[in-house]
């Protein structure tokens, strides 16, 4: 059996997460990436790596993201690239949204990033292919 998420110490929220967001238990993995995030927010000493604090959010994203909470998920990865601006994932995540929000320039911009920081991203060098060419097509039909 799992443990209570109140029972949990800070260093063995994240994992816990992590666990409970493979298993597809996800209303249980955003309670405890929340907890790991305000941990880590709350903390004078923290001992979060921006990695993992970038991954919790980054993955609590992915949750809403789920939801079809589009705008929360955007929030969580644009904090993940402040804590991070070196992980490409959030940026290609919330290039996601944008794109399925019409927002293709902004998704262009995003999606160029994570070729900039991983050119061997195939899933990023699709996705930018596939929104320049929707972006021409909205505009060839004139909207």
Do not use: W
């Not at 050119?119 to 021409?136: C, M, R, V």
């Amino acid at each position: 059996m799992d443990p209570e998420p109140n029972t949990l110490t800070a260093p063995d929220l994240l994992p816990a997460a992590h666990a409970q967001f493979h298993e597809r238990r996800y209303e249980r993995a955003e309670e405890l990436y929340s907890r790991y995030i305000e941990y880590c927010a709350c903390s004078t000493e923290s001992k979060c790596s921006r990695h993992d604090l970038a991954t919790a959010l980054n993955n609590r994203g992915q949750i809403k993201y789920l939801r079809v909470d589009f705008f929360e998920a955007m929030d969580d990865y644009t904090s993940a690239i402040e804590v991070q601006p070196d992980f490409e994932v959030p940026y290609y995540n919330r290039g996601l949204i944008l794109y399925r929000l019409g927002f293709f320039d902004e998704a262009v911009k995003d999606f160029k990033k994570v070729l900039e920081l991983n050119p061997k991203f195939e899933d990023a060098t699709l996705s930018l292919k596939q929104t320049i060419l929707d972006k021409e097509e909205k505009q060839q039909r004139g909207y």
